[in-house]
């Protein structure tokens, strides 16, 4: 998306010389770093203890059948064979995918609108911002209790609304093609104020003389919006797309407390099957393999799109 306004210039690049590995030189900076590696040696062993050793232990629990308060035994690929042929599979994975689906069409473009729109805005935008974070510091259990309300197939106040409109009430939670939108709706409602909030932190860094220019011009509010805002967003939309996905891939709270997976399996997800094999059939080893095969597919997910979305700037 190229933009007229933009203040960046070409500069012609003069070739540099490659920089090679100088041993010698780290040799020198290493004592005067030393107290800064010491202050930082905490927080890692912290980190190391609460990030990475729980990884670690999954992998190897993965290959292991898990006895708790006795001896595990190395079962080779066995966890890995037997998650490939439970249905639980292929349903929780559709299920992540459709979540995922719905999530980008209703979750993902919502805080953007809002950002652009508050950005506009001349007046007000301290309390707009304040109304948009509200949901966002509300608790989880305090949420599912009001969505539950509203969503209540006999007194909710969304079916008070469609009678009023002459509209037949919905069951929003039991019904099979309306459960995955409505657990959509709750966490766009909880997450997006946040979202909202980093992007108009990065318009920040937008230029005033830019929109001045536009207005001189003649541009109106959507053209400003698009020749200007939205190009500087891009970045930010691109990471924001990636951790989207990563967190619907592993959404847990909201199908666990307000369907606890039903209708059916219909919004059971990866997530809620590892919890319900580690912690309700104590099946440790079989929940790291759901585990490490998350990690794979999130990591192999990732990286393929870095790469693509770095070739695809690369191109602009």
Do not use: C
Not at 71 to 77: A, D, H, I, K, Q
Not at 193 to 211: C, E, K, M, N
Not at 284 to 298: N, P
């Amino acid at each position: 998306m190229n933009s007229p306004y933009s203040l960046d210039t070409p500069i012609e690049q003069l070739p540099t010389k490659p920089k090679h590995f100088d041993l010698s030189r780290l040799r020198l900076a290493l004592p005067r770093q030393i107290t800064a590696y010491l202050f930082l040696l905490p927080a890692l062993i912290v980190f190391a203890l609460f990030a990475w050793l729980p990884i670690v232990k999954s992998v190897e629990m993965s290959f292991q059948h898990v006895t708790l308060g006795g001896e595990s035994t190395w079962v080779g690929l066995e966890n890995f064979s037997l998650m490939l042929k439970d249905p639980a599979f292929a349903i929780a994975w559709r299920n992540a995918f459709e979540f995922t689906s719905w999530s980008l069409m209703l979750g993902f473009i919502v805080p953007i609108v809002i950002a652009l729109l508050v950005a506009e805005i001349r007046a007000g935008k301290g309390f707009f911002r304040v109304v948009y974070f509200l949901p966002t510091v509300v608790p989880a259990a305090v949420a599912v209790i009001i969505w539950r309300f509203i969503y209540d197939p006999d007194a909710g106040v969304l079916n008070e609304i469609l009678i009023a409109l002459g509209l037949p009430r919905q069951f929003w939670l039991q019904d099979v093609g309306l459960a995955k939108p409505s657990l959509v709706a709750v966490m766009t409602w909880a997450g997006f104020g946040t979202t909202a909030l980093i992007y108009l932190a990065s318009l920040q860094d937008v230029s005033q003389d830019l929109y001045e220019a536009a207005e001189l011009d003649g541009a109106t509010p959507l053209r400003r919006i698009w020749h200007i805002s939205l190009p500087h967003l891009y970045p930010v939309m691109s990471l924001m797309f990636v951790l989207q996905i990563i967190a619907v891939v592993q959404i847990f709270t909201e199908p666990f407390l307000l369907t606890s997976g039903g209708p059916g399996r219909e919004t059971l997800t990866p997530a809620m099957n590892i919890y319900n094999r580690a912690f309700i059939r104590l099946d440790m080893g079989y929940a790291s393999a759901w585990s490490v095969t998350m990690i794979v597919v999130l990591a192999v997910f990732s990286i393929i799109y870095q790469l693509v979305n770095r070739r695809l700037s690369a191109d602009r």
